[in-house]
């Protein structure tokens, strides 16, 4: 799931300026995170209407990284966004720029940061789980990946930092090499460490474009 954060109302009010604002939410991860989902939506509805800023109209696309999904569903909002000057997105980076490529003429505005790629733990705890590095290695590891969750990316062992199983940078999370060599002892595949993992390739992770 891609993790989003809503921007602080001082910058979401900056960013709006006058309206009137047409405001887009997300039926995936943006509504699993809390951040787009419909009563995120109307919740920023009433609160723009409540700063005099008017508001168009909205709709939650599903979702809203869908072109042309997006299309069809917001053939019936063409009215309320020949009266916008700007749209609201609340989605991940993917969905703004989805809709910034369907109204270029428009002032298409994100409404959250996109943190990272991550595990739903409980409502609103994540953790972040993979980079997309383009080349996963998660055999190696046993499942854990040190590309993501070691703050250093060790590739080839743990740093000298840590301490009583927790990282040295931040000592709130478990070194991320202690349970990759614990899952690897349990199965009996601690040999996978032996050889030399070389530095990554991140042009694996360039690919701009696939169909498939
Ligand atoms: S190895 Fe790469 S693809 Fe696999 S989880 Fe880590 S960052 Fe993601
Ligand atoms: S203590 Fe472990 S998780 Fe932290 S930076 Fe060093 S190797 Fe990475």
Redesign the pocket.
Known sequence: MIITKQKSLEDLFQLVGQGPVFIIGCSECATMCQTGGEPQVLAMKTLLEKHDISVSGWKVLEPACHRLNTKRLLKDSKESLEQTKTVLVLACGNGVQTLAGLYEQLNVIPGTDTLFLGEIHRANKFEKRCSMCGECLLDIFGGVC?ITR???S?LNG??G??HQGK???DNTIE???VRSIALLQQKNKLSLLDSIQPAKNWSKALEMNRCI
């Open positions: 040190p070691c703050p250093k060790m743990p740093c930092g840590v990282c040295e940078v070194c991320i090499w």
